[in-house]
């Protein structure tokens, strides 16, 4: 028997594991949904005796899911013309399969426009399209420079607590630089492990209050991370908005208007 699941990590081999797995997840979300609708209890996924019976009710999902407006991805393997490009759906069309003047069963196409070129179209079944929201989307802040934040995980903050106020100096699509907003430690601008890099911070070296014999020298050097959070990239997902650790809020909108100011 073929289930639904086996279905798409056998088609979709292209895909990341991490997409097809949330491909899994939306069509068993909606299938629960549509089935509370009629007050019928979602019982799982059937199973199929052939991989073309599972393919068939995966397309069908997939073409009910889909709206216009929706941009998608074209999923077609050996055809480089349309493979993994994006595509606007215009419309969608079901029509009749008719043989000696008989329906027998009916085709659902998808009607598509490039969003960038308006003679770039395609016309395509269900079976060919992957909705572009079907991609594990990664959670986080929306964070613009000299935005306040604090940092969730420890391994991004060496040396400062939970508590610890830092504003944003880089913001990117999944990652930020910051760099404390009271600094606690000594740095070195050139003393860090990316000394000629061309992001914020690369060249930091943190120092950490303590020291130690240098094997070179026998001298008392100073030690402290080099990897820090002035050089790490830190990715959005483990930011908090101060205020949600009782830090005041006024004080903090004042604080963020006065960096903006360049103050």
Request: proline share 6%; charged share 30%; net charge positive.
């Amino acid at each position: 028997m073929i289930t639904v699941e086996d279905h798409i990590n056998e088609k979709y081999t292209e895909l990341p594991v991490a997409r097809r797995e949330y491909m899994i997840k939306a069509l068993r979300e909606y299938t629960e949904r549509k089935d509370k609708n009629s007050n019928l209890k979602f019982g799982g996924f059937p199973e199929f005796s052939s991989s073309y019976m599972a393919g068939n009710y995966v397309d069908s999902l997939v073409y009910q899911m889909i709206k216009p407006g929706q941009i998608v991805i074209m999923y077609t393997p050996g055809d480089d013309r349309f493979h993994m490009k994006k595509y606007i759906i215009e419309k969608k069309k079901t029509s009749n399969i008719t043989l000696n003047k008989e329906t027998v069963g009916k085709r659902s196409m998808v009607h598509m426009i490039s969003p960038t070129d308006k003679n770039d179209t395609a016309l395509a079944s269900p079976n060919y399209v992957v909705p572009t929201e079907w991609k594990p989307k990664v959670e986080g802040m929306d964070v613009e420079v000299n935005d306040l934040v604090c940092i969730k995980e420890r391994q991004y903050r060496p040396g400062y607590d939970a508590k610890t106020i830092f504003k944003i100096v880089r913001s990117g699509q999944k990652y930020v630089r910051l760099e404390p907003l009271t600094p606690k430690w000594e740095i070195d601008s050139e003393g860090g492990y990316n000394p000629n890099g061309k992001n914020p911070g690369d060249g930091v070296f943190q120092y950490n209050g303590k020291e130690r014999i240098s094997k070179k020298t026998g001298n008392m050097v100073k030690t402290g991370w080099k990897k820090n959070c002035y050089n790490m990239d830190i990715p959005k997902h483990v930011l908090v908005n101060p205020k949600d650790l009782d830090h005041d809020a006024e004080a903090l909108d004042l604080t963020k208007e006065l960096l903006t100011m360049g103050f």
